[in-house]
Nanobody, 114 residues
Framework: QVQLVESGGGLAQAGGSLRLSCAAS????????MGWYRQPPGKQREVVAT???????IYADSVKGRFTISRNYAKNTVFLQMNNLKPEDTAVYYC????????WGQGTRVTVSS
């Protein structure tokens, strides 16, 4: 029902920054929670950060203090500002939303070189 399109990935140097965007179509965000996930090469997908319908963020310990999740209700988008990138941040990044958390896009690839 909902299509999510991630963008903004690319190649970055360690210590650099990237800003990921996720655009939703098919219906509005409303006040549903949304989140960013990532799948490193050869590993399972893991949650990176979530943001509640009211805008309260929660971060994985591995990115706390470096990443910021935010959302723009008017534009039906959610963002992930990634600062001080590390090689271990290399992954395909996906967004998703509640309540079912079963709407996966194509993801956007982030590669961080050392």
């Amino acid at each position: 029902q909902v299509q999510l399109v991630e963008s903004g990935g690319g190649l970055a140097q360690a210590g650099g920054s990237l800003r990921l965007s996720c655009a939703a179509s098919g219906r509005s965000f409303g006040f549903n929670a949304m989140g960013w996930y990532r799948q490193p090469p050869g590993k399972q997908r893991e949650v990176v950060a979530t943001i509640s319908g009211g805008g309260t963020p929660i971060y994985a310990d591995s990115v706390k203090g470096r990443f910021t999740i935010s959302r723009n209700y008017a534009k039906n988008t959610v963002f992930l500002q990634m600062n001080n990138l590390k090689p271990e941040d290399t992954a395909v990044y996906y967004c998703n939303l509640g309540p079912r958390w079963n709407n996966w896009g194509q993801g956007t690839r982030v590669t961080v070189s050392s």
